[in-house]
């Protein structure tokens, strides 16, 4: 492989829950100011994978450098000076409910900026238009469709004009016109305000529309990394039948089952 | 030998539970918001929702509870012809044991449990993860407010829930029951002593409120994210906050009151 600029590495990561275990030597980069999608099939740890670059999980062998820092060395406080630089869209939004949509995306910066009130306004009215509902600034999150409340929360996750960006299942239950939508999205304000975006999805086409750089997740271990036509081109079997949607194939349909002897032993 | 594995294993496991919600209880206190505005802001938003929306609840009952208990002590003080002391019965049981116990009681299935609800729904809509991500200690801006709100409501509601079981007593034994109204207050003023009965009680409330506000707030942020996960969550704050109300009342009493 070519030499990137890496924002992020992920080297030889070991992960597990419990007695399962998710990652087994996982190794990947995440290119300076591209969009990288991680793909997989759901169950697979994509989002632990987004825990584990923020450091809200720990591997349990491994390292991660994010822009040349590893984070699970970090202090609690550096890690949070670090997370700063950090904007997450997670799955559910993750609205605070207790806030207005103005108020959500304000949170950050009063938070973490000395920014007086009229220019903390400013800005907020700002990232609101750049996601199209400037409209929507004194609604409750709970009067927001789901499409509107993960544009908030996309408006939210920037408003530090964070260098990484990671969605979680950014297009997940969302109409084919909200998809549209987020995926513009998602390309515009990487490009215009130099992000480096980290996306993890299981929608194929969505993904492969607008990511520089793929990864695949299945079974623990990165199945293929490459460019989105290098992907597509891909003869693996495993890619195959990802990008396809196969119901069988080299990965099962079936869930592994216990085997009788370990059974037998508790 | 299984069965006393067992019994280690889930002493053990009870063990590291309290030791971490310990560990939770200090750091939630010691991170206080940094930005005094914000934190008094925080801070009263929980006092209404943990307090004044309690009021209602803790004014009825106690009336209700001064009502009947005046009934009864009059119907057996009355065998002795001395009804006027009805007066003495009611603030004594009132201040020393029923109202904090009973508000605790209340407070645990009324705020304790919406605290852990809320809590549970805010952790398994990744609110809290949200928090951390921007680097903001969802301790500090979820937990710490509305585990001193906790701490300084339960007190006061119960303070609130003697008088107005007074008043509730007082309605039934002055007014229907025609008790002397000088001395339902007077055999009241001569019983009850500011440091035993009154400070007695207040401490009482104080422990309770910081347990019941404990097992709520640590309910919810441990609870297992899904719908069925915050329903036992905020079932295990109401069943454990409880237990724990009647068992520290009993110990409380003890030192309090016992003659040892």
């Known amino acids: ?266 | 030998m299984k069965s006393i594995e067992l019994l280690g294993a889930s002493l053990l496991d009870w063990l590291e539970a309290v030791g971490r919600a310990g560990i939770f209880l200090v750091q939630s206190i010691f991170r206080l918001p940094v930005r005094f505005k914000e934190s008094v802001n925080l801070l009263v938003k929980q006092l209404y929702s943990v307090g004044v929306l309690s009021l209602v609840i803790i004014i009825v009952s106690g009336a209700f509870i001064g009502m009947v208990l005046s009934l009864q002590g009059y119907s057996i003080l009355a065998k002795f012809g001395s009804e006027e002391a009805v007066g003495q019965l009611l603030a004594l049981s009132l201040l020393r044991e029923l109202s904090p116990v009973v508000t605790a009681l209340l407070f645990a299935g009324r705020a304790g449990s919406s605290l852990t609800a809320e809590i549970g729904l805010m952790k398994a809509t990744e609110q809290l993860s949200s928090f951390e991500m921007m680097g903001v200690d969802p301790l500090r801006r979820v937990i710490a407010p509305r585990f001193i709100a906790g701490v300084i409501c339960l007190p006061i509601l119960s303070l609130i829930f003697s008088a107005s079981g007074i008043l509730g007593g007082h309605l039934v034994s002055v007014q229907w029951l025609g008790v002397y109204d000088g001395a339902f207050w007077s055999s009241m003023q001569q019983s009850v002593y500011f440091d035993t009965d009154i400070m007695n009680g207040l401490i009482k409330a104080l422990c309770f409120s910081v347990v019941v506000t404990w097992i709520a707030v640590y309910q919810g942020y441990e609870c297992v994210p899904t719908s069925e996960g915050i329903g036992k969550a905020t079932t295990r704050t109401v069943v454990l906050g409880s237990l724990a109300i009647l068992a520290l009342d009993f110990i409380l009493t003890a030192a309090m009151f016992g003659d040892f």
């Open chain 1, 1 to 266: 492989m070519s030499v990137v600029d890496a924002y992020i590495k992920v080297q030889n990561v070991s992960f597990s829950r419990g007695d399962r275990s998710i990652y087994e030597s996982v190794s990947l980069t995440i290119p300076r100011g591209k969009i990288t999608a991680v793909m997989g099939p759901s169950g697979t740890g994509k989002t632990t994978l987004l825990r584990l670059i923020a450091a809200q999980l720990a591997p349990n062998s491994g390292t991660i450098l994010v822009d040349g820092q590893n984070v699970h060395a970090l202090s609690r406080s550096e890690l949070y000076k670090v997370r700063k630089k950090m904007g997450m869209l997670f799955q559910s939004g993750a609205l605070f409910s207790d806030m207005t949509v103005a108020e959500n995306i304000a949170f950050p910066m009063e938070e973490h900026t000395k920014l007086d009130a009229k220019t903390i306004a400013g800005i907020v009215a700002d990232k609101l238009y750049s996601v199209g509902l400037r409209g929507a600034a004194s609604l409750m999150p709970s009067e927001l469709s789901g499409g509107m409340a993960r544009r908030v929360a996309l408006a939210r996750a920037i408003a530090l004009d964070p260098e990484l960006v990671m969605y979680d299942e950014p297009f997940t239950g969302q109409d084919p016109i909200s998809k549209g939508v987020l995926v513009k999205l998602i390309r515009q304000l990487n490009d215009s305000a130099n992000m480096t975006s980290v996306l993890v999805s299981h929608d194929v086409e969505e993904s492969l529309s607008i990511a520089d750089h793929v990864c695949i997740l299945a079974g623990g271990r990165v199945i293929a990394e490459g460019s989105a036509d290098e992907i597509r081109a891909s003869n693996d079997p495993e890619v195959k039948q990802f990008l396809n949607g196969e119901p069988d194939g080299p990965v099962p349909f079936h869930y592994p089952e216990e085997s009788i002897s370990s059974r037998a032993t508790l």
